[in-house]
T-cell receptor, first 111, second 114 residues
Framework: GENVEQHPSTLSVQEGDSAVIKCTYS??????FPWYKQELGKRPQLIID?????GEKKDQRIAVTLNKTAKHFSLHITETQPEDSAVYFC??????????FGSGTQLTVLP | KAGVTQTPRYLIKTRGQQVTLSCSPI?????VSWYQQTPGQGLQFLFE???????NKGNFPGRFSGRQFSNSRSEMNVSTLELGDSALYLC?????????????FGPGTRLTVT
C-alpha cells in the first residue's frame, strides 16, 4: 500500500514569513495529493489539492508543488498570519483507493 | 448545502461494550469514508462505503465494521471495546468513490473507553 512521510513535525515561523511543509510518497501510481488544515478541536478542512498531471497549483497565499520523479510534494504558505496556526496534513491516493495521510505538521505563526 | 454531520459528538464507554457511530454525508455525496485519529497514529483509514457497498478497507481488526444505507448515511460499529479504541472517529463524504477525489470531513465523534 501507499506510505506517506511528512516533515517537519513542528514548524514555527514569524508572522509574514513563508512556511514550507514537505511530504514524500512511496507508490509512483498515486494520482491525487490533497492538503488538509486542522485547527484545534475542529475537523480537517481541505485547503488545496493537486493531481499527478499538474506540477504546481496556487490559491492566493497557498501553493502546492509536485515532483513525480522524486515522489514528493510540498505545501507553501506565503505571508503567514496567526490564523494559519494549525496542524497540516498531506495525503496521497492511488486511483480509486483510500487516502493515506502523513503524520501532520504543527505550524505556529508567531506574532 | 449542509456539511457532513456526525452523531454523537462525544461518547464514553466501558471496555467490552460496543458502540455505534453515525455519519450523514453532504447531500448528493454517495461515498463515505471513516478514519480513526489518535495522537500517536495520526489519521488512519478504516473503510469506505459507496452505494451501500464496502469498497476499501484499512488494516483494522474485525471488531470494526460499518454499513451504508440507501440514503448514503453510514454507521460504524466497534464491538468489544478496548482502551486503545479511544480516539476521534471522523467520517468524510465525497461525490464519487475512491480517495482520489475531494473529501469533506465531519466534526468527528470523540470516543473514550474506560
Amino acid at each position: 500500500g501507499e506510505n506517506v512521510e511528512q516533515h517537519p513535525s513542528t514548524l514555527s515561523v514569524q508572522e509574514g514569513d513563508s512556511a514550507v511543509i514537505k511530504c514524500t510518497y512511496s507508490d509512483s501510481a498515486s494520482n491525487y495529493f490533497p492538503w488538509y488544515k486542522q485547527e484545534l478541536g475542529k475537523r480537517p478542512q481541505l485547503i488545496i489539492d493537486i493531481r499527478s498531471n499538474v506540477g504546481e497549483k496556487k490559491d492566493q497565499r497557498i501553493a502546492v508543488t509536485l515532483n513525480k520523479t522524486a515522489k514528493h510534494f510540498s505545501l507553501h504558505i506565503t505571508e503567514t498570519q496567526p490564523e494559519d496556526s494549525a496542524v497540516y496534513f498531506c495525503a496521497a491516493s492511488l486511483p480509486a483507493r483510500q487516502l493515506t495521510f502523513g503524520s501532520g505538521t504543527q505550524l505556529t505563526v508567531l506574532p | 448545502k449542509a456539511g457532513v454531520t456526525q452523531t454523537p459528538r462525544y461518547l464514553i464507554k466501558t471496555r467490552g461494550q460496543q458502540v455505534t457511530l453515525s455519519c450523514s454525508p453532504i447531500s448528493g455525496h454517495r461515498s463515505v469514508s471513516w478514519y480513526q485519529q489518535t495522537p500517536g497514529q495520526g489519521l488512519q483509514f478504516l473503510f469506505e462505503y459507496f452505494s451501500e457497498t464496502q469498497r476499501n478497507k484499512g488494516n483494522f481488526p474485525g471488531r470494526f465494521s460499518g454499513r451504508q444505507f440507501s440514503n448514503s448515511r453510514s454507521e460504524m460499529n466497534v464491538s468489544t471495546l478496548e482502551l486503545g479504541d479511544s480516539a476521534l472517529y471522523l467520517c468524510a463524504s465525497s461525490l464519487v468513490a475512491g480517495g482520489d477525489y475531494e473529501q469533506y470531513f465531519g466534526p468527528g465523534t470523540r470516543l473514550t473507553v474506560t
